[in-house]
């Protein structure tokens, strides 16, 4: 099993930046791609990206690309989420999840989700 507990989220005004964490418990060796997902309201969940932990190679949603940034602290055991340039439209419950190799869209392919975090961009 792996635990996954988000933080960092909150209410910013259009054009900020927020930083959004993920930290990884359990049998985190068993999952070496971590991925970023969220669900605007009365919306269904989306992809935002992913990151391969071994190699921190990045992938990312088109809608987020050259926004928003995944990183790693494989000693931390924490992956982040850097959004900058932010949106109303990026206002959403934002989750971070593990798979053991996807790093793809599909939300079905991850194994284990966190709790959510809630970012509110404000016009």
């Known amino acids: 099993q792996v635990q996954l507990v988000e933080s960092g989220g909150g209410l910013v005004q259009a054009g900020g930046s927020l930083r959004l964490s993920c930290a990884a418990s359990g049998r985190t060796f068993s999952s070496d791609a971590m991925g970023w997902f969220r669900q605007p309201p009365g919306k269904e969940r989306e992809f935002v990206g992913a990151i391969r932990v071994s190699s921190g190679t990045t992938t990312y949603a088109d809608s987020v690309k050259g926004r928003f940034t995944i990183s790693r602290d494989n000693a931390k055991n924490t992956v982040y989420l850097q959004m900058n340039s932010l949106k109303p439209e990026d206002t959403a419950v934002y989750y971070c999840?593990?798979?053991?190799?996807?790093?793809?869209?599909?939300?079905?392919?991850?194994?284990?989700w966190g709790q959510g975090t809630q970012v509110t961009v404000s016009s």
């Open positions: 999840a593990a798979s053991t190799y996807y790093t793809g869209r599909f939300s079905s392919r991850y194994d284990y």
